[in-house]
């Protein structure tokens, strides 16, 4: 039975090291199995092609649909990666460090360098996805594949399952050097922890004014607004979004702070 379990563990990296997986990283793998079947759905989209090319038939939606299945399973294959640490290293200087030297700088690559990476190229493709939905966006050939906003919505979704595969990979490699708390886990991960703040105000400020604003006033001018403006602070200027940011995150942590301290003195 143990031999077995080794040839699972060999043969698919998201069973390696399961018994330490939490909620997010299973419900990584489990996706990234089903979309795994796009690739031998891919394989026949592009010998189907060669085939039909070669008879003297171009099928664009053929092309189309290569991309499509590509890019949309190359994007959960990144959140795989990240979940059963498969994506390709450097560890030359990695593997002579104790455990909890590599804990800190997985920690530290994990929520200080990559997780704001994938935030922010959600942020950046949100508004291509709604625009594209909005214009109903179609493919540049009469055959081709039309509805390209759901690729669009998908790209943008996919950013969502990354983060959610880093952050889980995060909680546990933060559960091997200390108890992963709620606000450990907001404190260790300050910068991503900003950042999700950051937007969260940006967009319900931005909404609220977009709401109780007449309509004739475009999303420009609303841009515009004051509250979207800076402060001086001595030399520097300062957005008052990055100040709403820093009194949020600072509640943020002293309410998960707090609660810790409840369930710890009820516990």
């Not at 563990?9 to 419900?27: I, M, T, V, W, Y």
């Not at 606000?183 to 931005?206: C, D, E, G, H, K």
């Not at 509250?227 to 001595?234: Q, S, T």
């Amino acid at each position: 039975m143990q031999e077995t379990d080794e040839l699972i563990q060999l043969s698919d990296p998201g069973e390696r090291g399961r018994e330490a997986h939490n909620r997010g990283d299973r419900f990584v793998v489990s996706l990234s199995n089903i979309a795994a079947w796009t690739f031998p759905i891919l394989m026949i989209a592009i010998v189907a092609q060669v085939i039909l090319r070669s008879s003297g038939v171009n099928q664009a939606w053929l092309d189309d649909l290569q991309w499509w299945l590509y890019g949309g399973s190359a994007l959960i294959a990144i959140a795989y990666a990240v979940t059963t640490d498969s994506h390709v290293r450097v560890d030359i200087f990695h593997e002579n460090f104790n455990d909890r030297k590599r804990v800190r700088i997985e920690i530290f690559a994990l929520v200080w360098l990559f997780l704001p990476f994938v935030i922010l190229c959600w942020d950046i493709t949100l508004p291509y996805a709604m625009q594209s939905l909005q214009i109903d966006e179609g493919s540049s050939s009469p055959n081709g594949l039309h509805n390209l906003w759901i690729l669009k919505i998908f790209m943008n979704v996919a950013f969502v399952v990354i983060t959610i595969a880093t952050w889980a990979a995060y909680v546990r490699q933060l559960a091997r050097i200390a108890r992963p708390v709620l606000w450990r886990q907001l404190l260790w991960a300050l910068p991503s922890t900003m950042f999700l703040v950051n937007l969260i105000a940006y967009y319900a400020i931005w909404w609220a004014l977009r709401l109780t604003t007449p309509a004739e006033v475009s999303d420009r001018e609303l841009s515009r607004h004051p509250i979207f403006g800076e402060v001086a602070i001595g030399a520097e200027e300062v957005k008052y979004t990055i100040m709403i940011t820093v009194v949020l995150t600072a509640a943020l942590l002293g309410v998960a702070r707090w609660m810790d301290r409840g369930a710890r003195t009820e516990g």
